[in-house]
């Protein structure tokens, strides 16, 4: 069974950082893509940053590059996020995703809240 | 970046009756080496993350109910529930995958 369960988040204030983890379990790690998705409060579902199978490739929407660090250890069956300079519009719920080009797996997602 | 838009917002359908939610994307998302659409359709209920329901926008998700079906291809997508059950109410959301990831703003399902 395919299981990808998220931590780390919280709450942070402006300019903080975070860092989430995912780690997965029931599929063998190194053969994804891996992805993670946002979901503001009461709002849809934006896509953050992907993840090639062996880590040497990142992609990030616009509004995180620079910001955000999108990483994996295979040997731990792990894929992280390091959040830097977060704002205020970078609270949700982070979910971590595997990708088989499209996400066929969602973890139960993580919530992050960037408040004074 | 391509921008997926959906219609209705939002729909209330009565139990056993049929609901229909469009996706369109601002280009084709046909893929003409493999003559595939790369779309998606997503449920999600409330306090849950999304599930997968449908991909190359007519294939189901084994286990996913046959009531539900996708449809389309380039730049219109539909998401077909044939008879609304009551377990059907939720969010449901188009994505694209054939650039960096975008998803439509999702599409509220009701029970009238």
């Known amino acids: ?116 | 970046d391509i921008v997926m838009t959906q219609s209705p917002d939002s729909l209330a359908v009565s139990l056993g009756e049929r609901a229909t939610i469009n996706c369109k994307s601002s280009q084709s998302v046909l893929y003409s080496s493999d003559n595939k659409n790369y779309l998606a359709w997503y449920q999600q209920k409330p306090g849950q993350p999304p599930s997968l329901l449908i991909y190359w926008a007519s294939t189901r998700k084994s286990g996913v109910p046959d009531r539900f079906s996708g449809s389309g291809s380039g730049t219109d997508f539909t998401l077909t529930i044939s008879s609304l059950q009551a377990e059907d109410a939720a969010v449901y959301y188009c994505q694209q995958y054939y650039s960096t990831p975008s998803f439509g703003p999702g599409t509220k399902v009701d029970i009238k």
């Open chain 1, 1 to 116: 069974e395919v299981k990808l369960v998220e931590s780390g988040g919280g709450l942070v204030q402006p300019g903080g950082s975070l860092r989430l983890s995912c780690a997965a379990s029931g599929f063998t790690f190194s053969d994804y893509w891996m992805s993670w998705v946002r979901q503001a409060p009461g709002t849809g579902l934006e896509w953050v940053a992907n993840i090639n199978h062996d880590g040497t490739e990142g992609y990030y929407v616009g509004s995180v590059k620079g910001r955000f660090i999108i990483s994996r250890d295979n040997a731990k069956n792990s894929l992280y996020l390091q959040m830097n300079s977060l704002r205020a519009e970078d609270t949700g719920v982070y979910y971590c995703a595997r990708i088989d080009d499209f996400i066929d797996y969602w973890g139960q997602g993580t919530p992050v809240t960037v408040s004074s």
